[in-house]
């Protein structure tokens, strides 16, 4: 695909507040799959600009564009505009850049269901609600009484005003002065303010990616910070977060398996309760653990869950390079997967050639390699066409998924199967989110896309917990994906040899690939979402 990357230009952004590292979002480094060009989209000339990308015919976008009313860069006027037009894309959305963290907080607090942090105890914590890159947090922030909170709100009064007359003409303010006047006059109570207890302890995140309609949590991060501040009253100021030595680890799952399973499932309620699938990305949450009993609370609810930053840099993508089977490639993949899940007529796809009873796979055709491996347990047979492993049924249980009607009904002839489901192997996994123990996938790889491909991989590698077998011709595009696609984390290739099959239309080279989980699985399992 050609693919057109939108971005917030950083002209308009004060001297000072602009990311001192001056990278950017780039897919590119990451595959080559796919061709890229980097658009930086400026808020005055946004539509302009927008337009002319358009009219350079690319086959699909992705929004990095992040700017809120309150922002002199472009996002939310220019996320809406693009959106109009109705085009494939993934990323940004401009109903997410339309709130911010009071509106998420007030909302949080109304319907009760996530952790977030208390407005009534001391030490208080003050923050703009549209901040970013925790610019406008310094030492002031963490504040002990009253005193303390008059003149830090003070202290940000003349600091917040540019940007509070940006809302203000954003808004349709007929006066924005008097609506910064109001503000300033409203002190704690403004609108524009986030004030919470300080919750004592480290800062972690956890991304929440969107597979189809299944929010996936990969393994938290822990905020590293560069700068040492008193240690029971650590956080991230601008110059903190920016600091030489400043960024993520990942949190040991088993030195803590209790605090890693309760952010993932507490960033999943965040992703459902915040409507992050329309994205087709997901979300990051941001956590802080209060040291005391080890309780998360949500602080902040980002939109943007993967920078394809470079590797090497301070806030590469590590829980995508230590979770995501597949890497970065695949989730690119997965979220241009997402967005056509939801527009399947816009997608182009391929007839498949392969259908009915004379193409159900005859066990002899199977390496002895590949059938006296051990399948015992529940089986998901992707694209089935009649059991093709010899186990004895009292050992296994297959459940088989097919879009043919017509293969279905001769698999059910079969009396194989425990269960059988007529749906395309792609929206089946977009729901699919129970875990069995071995995944076969012999069958009709050839038939999906580049995309679509790396999609159903990654899906049947966070469900599988012990093996997965695939089959693709020898020589094509969808073999050489596989191959490139690599071990993820725990798993281990080992079978990869071609065979010759006997029982379809004609003969086929076919290469086999076994994969075999080498430890647990530890990623949470959420309920898919429609």
């Not at 008097?178 to 006059?185: A, D, F, I, P, R």
């Amino acid at each position: 695909m050609k693919i057109c990357c939108l971005h917030s230009s950083d002209e308009g952004i004060e001297a000072g507040e602009e990311d001192p590292e001056d990278i950017w979002q780039d897919p590119g480094l990451f595959t080559n799959q796919h061709t890229f060009e980097n658009k930086y989209i400026v808020k005055a000339t946004a539509k302009a600009q927008i337009d002319g990308a358009i009219a350079e015919g690319y086959d699909f976008y992705l929004v990095f564009m992040w700017g809120t009313r309150d922002d002199a860069i472009a996002g939310f006027e220019a996320i809406k505009y693009f959106e109009s037009l109705n085009l494939p894309s993934a990323g940004v959305r401009s109903f997410e850049r339309a709130r911010d963290k009071f509106d998420f907080f007030a909302d949080a607090k109304r319907l009760g269901n996530l952790p977030i942090p208390g407005d009534e105890k001391f030490p208080l914590f003050v923050k703009p609600a549209a901040d970013y890159a925790s610019k406008l947090i310094d030492e002031n922030s963490l504040v002990r009484n009253e005193a303390e909170l008059e003149a830090t709100i003070n202290r940000l009064h003349p600091r917040m005003r540019a940007q509070r007359l940006r809302r203000a003409e954003a808004l349709g303010e007929k006066d924005p002065e008097q609506y910064v006047k109001s503000l300033e006059k409203a002190g704690r109570d403004a609108r524009d303010l986030v004030i919470q207890e300080f919750i004592d302890g480290d800062e972690f995140s956890v991304v929440v990616l969107a597979m189809g309609y299944v929010p996936v949590a990969l393994t938290p991060l822990v905020v590293k910070y560069g700068k040492k501040q008193n240690e029971a009253e650590q956080f991230l100021t601008f110059e903190v977060k920016y600091h030489e030595d400043s960024g993520y680890g990942l949190l040991d799952e088993e030195k803590d398996p209790d605090l890693y399973k309760e952010l993932q499932a507490v960033a999943v309620k965040a992703f459902e309760e915040t409507g992050a699938q329309p994205s087709y990305m997901g979300c990051e949450v941001d956590f802080r653990v209060r040291r005391s009993d080890k309780k998360p609370f949500i602080i902040e609810v980002d939109p943007m869950p993967v920078w394809f930053f470079p590797t090497g840099s301070r806030y590469e993508d590590l829980d995508v390079q230590h979770d995501f089977p597949g890497g970065h490639r695949a989730v690119l993949n997965t979220f241009i997967t997402n967005y056509y899940l939801d527009h399947p007529k816009q997608k182009i796809r391929e007839k498949s050639a392969n259908d009915g009873g004379e193409n159900l796979w005859h066990t002899s055709d199977i390496p002895k390699d590949i059938t006296s491996c051990q399948y015992s347990g529940k089986v998901l047979d992707l694209e089935c066409r009649g059991v093709a492993i010899p186990q004895r049924l009292e050992d296994s249980e297959f459940i088989g998924v097919n879009g043919s009607e017509e293969t279905i009904g001769l698999c059910k002839q079969s009396g194989r199967y425990g269960d059988l489901i007529h749906k395309e192997i792609v929206p089946f996994l977009a729901h699919y989110n129970q875990r069995v123990d071995h995944i076969l996938l012999l069958s009709e790889t050839q038939s999906l896309s580049v995309e679509e491909l790396d999609f159903v991989l990654a899906r049947c590698f966070q469900l599988a917990n012990h093996s997965i077998t695939v089959f693709a011709p020898e020589k094509t595009d969808a073999a050489s994906n596989i191959k490139s696609f690599g071990e993820p984390r725990n798993w281990r290739l080992t079978y990869n040899k071609a065979f010759t099959t006997h029982s379809l239309k004609a003969s086929t080279t076919i290469t086999a690939f076994r994969f075999e989980r080498t430890a647990k699985p530890v990623q949470f399992m959420a309920e898919a979402r429609d």
